[in-house]
């Protein structure tokens, strides 16, 4: 299937071209910090026990709720937190390689249970 991205909204998809493994023709999702947007990342998929979980967000929302789920069957919601402040970062061009480097915008204590 081929998406056209040639609109007036680029979606936050800009072409790859920083770095040695650049391809020009690939797309890859950033922020973009116009209108109201959220993207969050964690430094892994998975934690043990006691673990500390950081979560970082970009967000251009004054406010935001967070909702974590345990992934399997039956869908089960281990955490959720509402009116979490939010702040806008810059995204280095590079992001897609090297990481966003945004804050933590909260950290979490992984429960024994």
Do not use: K, N
Request: aromatic share 12%.
């Amino acid at each position: 299937m081929a998406y056209d991205f040639s609109g007036s909204h680029d979606w936050g998809l800009s072409p790859r071209s920083q770095g040695p493994d650049a391809v020009h023709t690939t797309w890859f999702e950033r922020p973009t910090g116009q209108g109201l947007e959220i993207w969050c990342y964690t430094d892994r998929l998975s934690y043990q026990r006691d673990e500390e979980l950081p979560i970082r967000v970009h967000t251009t929302a004054p406010e935001f709720s967070i909702e974590i789920v345990r992934d399997g069957w039956p869908h089960h919601v281990v955490f959720r937190r509402d009116h979490v402040r939010g702040h806008a970062h810059q995204t280095a061009s590079d992001a897609y390689e090297r990481g966003c480097g945004w804050p933590e915008a909260l950290t979490l204590r992984i429960p024994d249970d």
